[in-house]
Every structure is written in structure tokens, then in C-alpha cells.
């Protein structure tokens, strides 16, 4: 991200600063940003990692690999689970 082409946001205005992860390269560069930016605005502490957990569908490993990135930053780390079951059994179910 550049700062002479894209407007930053004012992490110090947000109690709480969520970044979902699903543990991929994508997620893990977006972390690193948004942690780099917060530990210099002095709110590092707010950020709070999200994995939504895919179940049996997931490659085995992932739900690890998004805790270890949110541990290397010392942030919260959050997972998540449906509660309507997974969602290509429900997709399955339908006949979809």
C-alpha cells in the first residue's frame, strides 16, 4: 500500500480492528500491513484475527497456520464455525 496513491485510515478512531484470515498468502500480507500500520499508530492491541473455519473442506493445517500468523504479531486470534453446518453439505442437501 502507498500513501502518496491510497488515503490510510485512522487506526487510532477504531475500538476494534478485525482482519479475517483464511491463513492463505493473501492473509497473511494483509496482517502484516494492517499490523504494521497499528503497531505504529500505537494500537496494536485492537486488532483481533478472524478465521472462519471450512471444516472437512479446509486444507489440513489452516486453522493452524492463521493462529500461528496472528501469534507472531501478539494479536487476538478468533475462530469461527457455522452453526448451520458446513456449507457444501447444506449446498448438497438442497441438490445444488
Do not use: F
Amino acid at each position: 500500500m502507498h500513501a502518496s496513491t491510497t488515503e490510510l485510515p485512522n487506526l487510532t478512531a477504531y475500538d476494534v480492528i478485525l482482519v479475517n484470515s483464511s491463513g492463505g498468502k493473501d492473509s497473511q500480507a494483509m496482517l502484516d500491513e494492517v499490523c504494521t500500520l497499528a503497531e505504529t499508530a500505537g494500537v496494536l492491541d485492537r486488532i483481533t484475527v478472524l478465521h472462519c473455519a471450512l471444516g472437512h473442506i479446509e486444507w489440513p493445517g489452516t486453522s493452524e497456520l492463521a493462529r500461528k500468523q496472528a501469534e507472531h504479531y501478539g494479536v487476538r486470534y478468533e475462530e469461527r464455525h457455522r452453526e448451520q453446518g458446513l456449507l457444501l453439505d447444506q449446498v448438497r442437501h438442497r441438490g445444488r
